[in-house]
Every structure is written in structure tokens, then in C-alpha cells.
């Protein structure tokens, strides 16, 4: 048995799991997430800002803290979206390896999303005819199985970056979520290879998503995994959303983290787009992704 941890430095998140691992199979000692926005205005500045710096580092010297309390003995740490496309990524990722002693590995986003397939499988068991969606930050992968081969395509679109194209004032306007939509349509893969498959949903829009199905009053991760929704489910949250401003997203729904209240709006809109553009008729919701994911493929 050895414990181990990985770090998901997102776009929008930054999230930790400490786990055991034993013969392949993970057990999970603590998990955490913390909204950071490190992908905060990347589009119009094209570097990570030092306010979204600092909110990192002070994340993961928590982080850390709580690392050396559980006398870890491997930490992998890798950055997404945000550290790929940011012109100053070299400069972040050498601060958090001279500040924490440990490299961050930037990953494409074919190996994102082959990473968050090995975590999701492991969770789900032998599946077939499956479409994983990871709505992200700055980044959406879409991973599915094709001739026994895991098949891992990555597009340029995320909570953060249609949030601030689209909905600076919230609620949007009418104009903008129409905006919006053409905005998904126009980024979205053809859907020929998805028809008739199982979607499987992960990361924090669909998590979120979930916990507002599930009328949580605190978030419960337990709870969510493999909850089931039907595309009438996201397709009314979506709706009923739209017409909130972000007070009022706060105080509705309790078992959101508040620092979503944001981007909700955005990832759930794009999640209603994908359903919509790939006939889906249901999702599955798993809390299982890249931070297992980075595990498993190690050990």
C-alpha cells in the first residue's frame, strides 16, 4: 500500500485527492477542491494575473500542509488549460516547484482527457459505447471509446472564458445567451460518432449540476456519484438559472460552492448544448476523473 496525492491545477479549480493505492485499486483518504480562477481574464490579458497566482499558491501551501500531515509518499501535480495557453505559464510553473519542491506537468489536451478516462473507467467498470465530457475552464474534452481505442479530442471552450465573452452581467441578456449558444455550436465536434452513447459527465459544472438536481443543502460528493439526470432535468435547471443574478444563485441553491455562481450559468448552458447537439437522452455524473486518473496510470 502507499499514499499518494495529485494536484489538478485547473482553470477554474485547483483540487487535491490524498489516497491509498493497492494493486490498482484507490482508496480515498481526503479530496479537495477550491475555486481559484486561475484562467481569470487569460483571454484578453494572455498571461495568468498575480491576483490568480496568489490564490493558487495560498490553495496548495494548504494543500501542502495537509500533505505532509498524511506522510504522503508521492505528490504528482498537473496543469490544463490555463497553463497551456498562457504566455507566462513557464514563470508560474517554476514558482510552485521552487516554493513546494515538485514539478508540474503540463498536459495537452488529448492527454487530459486520456487521464480523466482512466479515473472515470476505474470508477464505472467495463463500459463500452461511452462519451466522457470534462467541461472545464478554458477547455472541454470529449473522450470515448472507438475500435477498442481510447479516443481523447479537446476544444477551446470553458466556464471561465464563455462567462467572460457572454455573461458579465448576470442574468444575461437575451442576446447573449443566444450569443452564447452560436458561440458552443460553432466549437463543438460533429456529432456523427456520439449517437446512441452513454454520456458520462465530470468536473465541477457537472457535479455542480447534480448537487442543484439533488437539492442539496451542502454539497455532498458521495451523494452525486453516478447520479442520473434526464436531458428535461438539465434543460429546466439551465432555464430556471438564466433568469438569476449571482446573490441569487447563492441563496438558492445552498449545496453550491458560492465561488460557481460565476461560471454555473455558462458550464451549464454548454452543457445543455452538448446534450442537445448529441441527441443524449440521460448523464451519469462521476466524481472519479484526472486526479485518479494521474494515480492509477502511475501505479
Same mark, same amino acid.
Request: hydrophobic share 40%.
Given at each position: 500500500m502507499?499514499?499518494?496525492?495529485?494536484?489538478?491545477l485547473?482553470?477554474?479549480?485547483?483540487?487535491?485527492?490524498?489516497? &491509498?493505492? !493497492? +494493486?490498482?485499486?484507490i482508496? =480515498?483518504?481526503?479530496? #479537495?477542491?477550491q475555486v481559484?480562477?486561475?484562467?481569470?481574464?487569460? *483571454?484578453?490579458?494572455k498571461?495568468?494575473?498575480?491576483?490568480?497566482?496568489?490564490?493558487?499558491?495560498?490553495v496548495?501551501?494548504?494543500?501542502?500542509?495537509?500533505?505532509?500531515?498524511n506522510?504522503?509518499?508521492?505528490?504528482?501535480?498537473?496543469?490544463t488549460?490555463?497553463l497551456? &495557453?498562457? !504566455? +507566462?505559464?513557464?514563470?508560474? =510553473?517554476q514558482?510552485i #516547484?521552487?516554493r513546494?519542491?515538485?514539478?508540474?506537468d503540463?498536459? *495537452?489536451?488529448?492527454?487530459e482527457?486520456?487521464?480523466?478516462?482512466?479515473g472515470?473507467?476505474?470508477?464505472?467498470?467495463?463500459l463500452?459505447?461511452?462519451?466522457i465530457v470534462?467541461?472545464?475552464?478554458?477547455?472541454?474534452?470529449?473522450?470515448?471509446?472507438?475500435?477498442?481505442?481510447?479516443?481523447?479530442?479537446?476544444?477551446n471552450?470553458?466556464?471561465v472564458s464563455?462567462?467572460?465573452?457572454f455573461f458579465?452581467k448576470?442574468?444575461?441578456?437575451?442576446k447573449?445567451?443566444?450569443?452564447?449558444?452560436?458561440?458552443?455550436?460553432s466549437?463543438?465536434?460533429?456529432?456523427?460518432?456520439f449517437?446512441?452513447r452513454?454520456l458520462v459527465?465530470?468536473?465541477g459544472?457537472?457535479?455542480s449540476?447534480?448537487?442543484?438536481?439533488?437539492?442539496?443543502?451542502?454539497?455532498?460528493e458521495?451523494e452525486?456519484?453516478?447520479?442520473?439526470?434526464?436531458?428535461?432535468?438539465?434543460?429546466k435547471?439551465?432555464?430556471?438559472?438564466?433568469h438569476?443574478n449571482?446573490p441569487?444563485?447563492?441563496?438558492k441553491?445552498?449545496?453550491?460552492?458560492?465561488?460557481?455562481?460565476?461560471?454555473?450559468?455558462?458550464?451549464i448552458?454548454?452543457?445543455?448544448?452538448i446534450?442537445?447537439?448529441?441527441?443524449?437522452n440521460?448523464?451519469?455524473?462521476?466524481n472519479?476523473d484526472?486526479?485518479?486518473?494521474?494515480?492509477l496510470?502511475?501505479?
Amino acid at each position: 500500500m502507499v499514499k499518494v496525492a495529485s494536484i489538478d491545477l485547473g482553470s477554474n479549480s485547483t483540487r487535491m485527492l490524498i489516497a &491509498d493505492i !493497492t +494493486n490498482g485499486n484507490i482508496t =480515498t483518504i481526503y479530496k #479537495e477542491h477550491q475555486v481559484t480562477r486561475m484562467a481569470d481574464k487569460l *483571454s484578453e490579458s494572455k498571461i495568468i494575473s498575480k491576483d490568480a497566482t496568489k490564490r493558487v499558491l495560498k490553495v496548495l501551501a494548504g494543500y501542502f500542509k495537509t500533505i505532509n500531515k498524511n506522510n504522503v509518499e508521492n505528490v504528482q501535480i498537473v496543469g490544463t488549460a490555463a497553463l497551456r &495557453d498562457a !504566455t +507566462n505559464s513557464e514563470e508560474i =510553473t517554476q514558482l510552485i #516547484e521552487k516554493r513546494f519542491g515538485f514539478e508540474v506537468d503540463i498536459v *495537452s489536451g488529448e492527454e487530459e482527457g486520456v487521464l480523466t478516462s482512466v479515473g472515470v473507467l476505474n470508477s464505472l467498470g467495463s463500459l463500452e459505447n461511452f462519451l466522457i465530457v470534462d467541461i472545464g475552464g478554458r477547455s472541454t474534452e470529449f473522450i470515448y471509446d472507438y475500435d477498442k481505442k481510447i479516443v481523447s479530442k479537446s476544444i477551446n471552450i470553458g466556464v471561465v472564458s464563455l462567462s467572460e465573452l457572454f455573461f458579465d452581467k448576470l442574468p444575461p441578456l437575451k442576446k447573449s445567451v443566444l450569443q452564447a449558444r452560436e458561440y458552443i455550436e460553432s466549437h463543438l465536434l460533429e456529432p456523427n460518432a456520439f449517437d446512441g452513447r452513454l454520456l458520462v459527465g465530470v468536473a465541477g459544472t457537472f457535479t455542480s449540476l447534480a448537487s442543484i438536481f439533488l437539492e442539496q443543502t451542502q454539497f455532498n460528493e458521495k451523494e452525486i456519484h453516478l447520479t442520473e439526470l434526464k436531458n428535461e432535468d438539465v434543460f429546466k435547471i439551465s432555464n430556471e438559472l438564466l433568469h438569476l443574478n449571482e446573490p441569487q444563485i447563492i441563496t438558492k441553491y445552498k449545496g453550491l460552492d458560492p465561488k460557481r455562481a460565476k461560471t454555473i450559468q455558462a458550464g451549464i448552458l454548454l452543457a445543455k448544448e452538448i446534450i442537445s447537439k448529441y441527441n443524449v437522452n440521460s448523464i451519469k455524473v462521476s466524481n472519479s476523473d484526472i486526479l485518479e486518473g494521474l494515480i492509477l496510470k502511475k501505479y
